[in-house]
């Protein structure tokens, strides 16, 4: 259910306080099944990711999915979409965008994704 996934997102943000200052959500149900759910995170160190997912629980994966984590004057630190636009990419469509260009992804979780966040902002500190 499509509820009980967006509700899984929101207490998985919720139970990282210890590095997210806020965040805002946005949520759109279609069915029982479909759904998106997007967003802004604010973390402590003044740095941002605004993520979005396209989700059928249906079935294994998102439709469609982005993470844009960036620091404190918008500068891309990290992005994973799965766009189909790198070809030339192995593991298309699922990729990550970097400051040193594009390499190969698997589908992150949201888990994952703000895990390294929370590795970026202790590597600064």
């Known amino acids: 259910m499509i509820a009980k996934y967006f509700k899984k997102v929101e207490n998985n943000l919720d139970e990282n306080s ?15 099944e479909k759904g998106t759910i997007e967003g802004e995170v ?6 941002r990711m605004d993520f979005m997912e396209a989700v059928n629980t249906s079935k294994k994966g998102k439709d469609k999915y982005s993470y844009h ?3 404190k004057e918008k500068e891309m ?3 994973y979409d799965n766009a189909k636009h790198h ?3 192995k593991t298309i ?3 990550k965008h970097t400051p040193k260009g ?7 979780n949201l888990n994952q994704i703000l895990g390294e966040v929370e590795k970026n902002i202790m590597n600064e500190h």
């Open 42 to 47: 604010f973390f402590n160190d003044e740095s």
């Open 69 to 71: 984590y960036m620091d």
């Open 77 to 79: 630190i990290f992005r």
């Open 102 to 108: 594009i390499i190969e992804s698997s589908e992150p």
């Open 87 to 89: 070809r030339e990419i």
């Open 18 to 32: 210890h590095f997210i200052e806020d965040f805002l959500i946005n949520k759109q149900t279609f069915t029982k």
């Open 93 to 95: 469509p699922h990729h």
